[in-house]
């Protein structure tokens, strides 16, 4: 699904980022969901690990860099307090794969915005009550997360058709699911 309907994704500018991590039960474990939001709230990428360290704060925030334009990077960058995130972004910067001139700051109430919107996809995912592998709780989060892009207005097709009628409008062209 993702893969299809990447091409309706519309990139926000990249002022501001919010970068946080949330707990996912894969295997009766608990995994951490690495997250990323702009200021608006719309959601820019997720990643699924194991461990919560300086080297997946760093493989996530490569992936996200790689992933936007260099229009789109970000001017700044907000976390909570875990240190993983400062040495990752030092790291990165180092690398060249992070702009020089971007802003990290460490200021907890700056990612509300991000906690809230963990608490909506927490409750798509409870009903799941955890998942058999990381396989499976990748592609069940990240059909979550692109319909959430839907209710977030994040695809340009979607003005098209507001709301479900055209959630399910764009469903049905992309997949060549027809009713009778």
Known sequence: MEKRLRWYWKPSMGYSWRVDETYVKVKGEWTYLYRALDRKGHTLD????????TQAAKRFLGKVLKSMKPWAQPGTINTDKAPAYKSALTELKAEGKCPPDTVHRQVKYLNNIIEADHGKLKRLISPVRGFKSMKTAYASIKGFELMRMFKKGQLDI?????????????????FGIYRT
Not at 46 to 53: G, I, W
């Open 46 to 53: 997720f990643y699924l690990s194991a461990t919560r360290n």
């Open 158 to 174: 979607w003005k098209l058709g507001q709301g479900l009628t055209g959630e399910i409008w764009l469903i049905e062209r992309e």
